[in-house]
């Protein structure tokens, strides 16, 4: 049978993360010995503590059907972080769980955005922005994040992409796939540009606490920007819970009574036994997050140092999340040529920059969420690899 398919799914695209890790996992399968650092996924497992009360809340007979937008309970407990760490009031109200961070993208900008608006949204920058804002009928408008800006957006080139057509502005501090942050000097002054405009602000701060010589900032702090501003958070970077499909949006409860209709009419909700995990993620110990991400600085040090130490390669040292975005142009090779060939060559999986937009061409993203010892080991064979050309 030939199946006509909608005409939508020509506008929604893919992870190549997962395709370079089924290529991966290929040569694995032929006996090649390869060192993954494709993947955004921390390699350390989900706390002790954390499983322990997803576990209980099971035996508890926790594993019915809850309400679309989370147990109160849960959603109290992230209204009340989210407050005591941007400094305002949230309502239960105005937050919205979801199975993953990822829908919270999809029902935003399904809710805000009509066909033929128009959405700034970064440039490399996470694939899904692109790809669902096409998918809405939007408009996607790239902003440029260049290295010699340390991977920030510019507050003016800003100002002259939008138009009285932009409907919504996605921003992400720390940044996948570049490690970049914006700056509070960054935030506060694109808060005075959007104040007073009728533009949502989607904040992508799902690596919030994966950070090293500064912390992250909201832009939802600053004067006027609450309520105009949905936070895109979540459990599985800072508490190793990818698996347990986990996140939230914290957003105007206008905004929210229209997610939680998406919610209903797609997930239905959130596994109870999963939330009380996450209540345990954000009420319990926070040693062990501590000491992850001093692991996360040590890792980044190494990769910086050593892929540094290539002729041909340049690499910025990150801020925040665990990644790293080396210049590779010397090379002469385009991003995805260059990943195919560390893949064959060296045995090592990483990402071309450009899956993450055409901004991303002439670099690659390396995930150092893996051991020192094997990041040790990519960085040798990504130098002999690479001496070869």
């Not at 390669?313 to 999340?321: F, H, N, S, T």
């Amino acid at each position: 049978m030939s199946f006509i398919f909608a005409e939508r799914m020509n506008k929604l695209g893919s992870e190549t993360a997962f395709e370079m890790l089924a290529k991966a996992k290929a040569l694995e399968a032929q006996g090649r010995d390869i060192i993954h650092l494709e993947i955004g996924e921390p390699d350390f497992p989900t706390p002790s503590n954390v499983i322990e009360k997803g576990m209980k809340a099971m035996l508890a007979g926790m594993t019915k059907y809850t309400p679309s937008p989370g147990i109160s309970e849960a959603r109290q407990v992230i209204a009340e972080y989210i407050g005591r760490t941007r400094g305002y009031d949230v309502d239960p109200d105005e937050v919205v769980m979801t199975a993953g961070g990822k829908p919270i993208m999809f029902y935003s900008i399904l809710a805000v955005v009509n066909p033929g608006d128009e959405v700034i949204y970064p440039n490399p920058g996470f694939p899904i922005y692109e790809s669902v804002i096409k998918f809405s009928g939007g408009i996607p408008v790239p902003i440029p994040l260049r290295e010699e800006n340390q991977f920030r957006l510019d507050i003016e080139e800003l100002k002259s992409l939008i138009t009285n057509k932009t409907k919504m502005i996605i921003i992400n501090s720390p940044q996948n796939p570049t490690g970049g942050m914006l700056t509070k000097e960054d935030l506060e002054e694109m808060a005075g540009i959007l104040a007073d405009r009728d533009i949502v602000i989607l904040s992508d701060e799902i690596y919030e606490n994966v950070v090293y010589e500064n912390k992250s900032s909201s832009i939802s702090s600053f004067p006027g920007m609450k309520g105009k501003t949905i936070i895109l958070n979540g459990f599985s970077k800072t508490y190793a819970m990818t698996g347990w499909r986990a996140g939230y949006g914290v957003m105007p409860k206008e905004i929210a009574q229209h997610i939680t209709k998406l919610v209903v009419n797609s997930t239905s909700c959130l596994a109870g036994f999963t939330q009380m995990a996450c209540i345990e993620a954000l009420t319990g110990p926070q040693e062990e997050v501590k000491k992850r991400v001093e692991q996360f600085r040590i890792r980044r040090d190494e990769i910086v140092d050593g892929l540094n130490s290539i002729p041909g390669l340049k690499c910025l040292k990150p801020q925040g999340a665990f990644y790293v975005f080396p210049n590779i142009r010397e090379f002469g090779k385009s991003s995805g040529e260059m990943a195919d060939y560390l893949l064959q060559e060296a045995g090592v999986a990483t990402l071309g920059g450009n899956a993450f937009g055409r901004y991303g061409e002439g670099y690659l993203r390396i995930s150092y969420a893996n051991s020192l010892k094997n990041i040790e080991e990519a960085v040798v064979r990504i130098g002999d690899a690479l001496k070869k050309l």
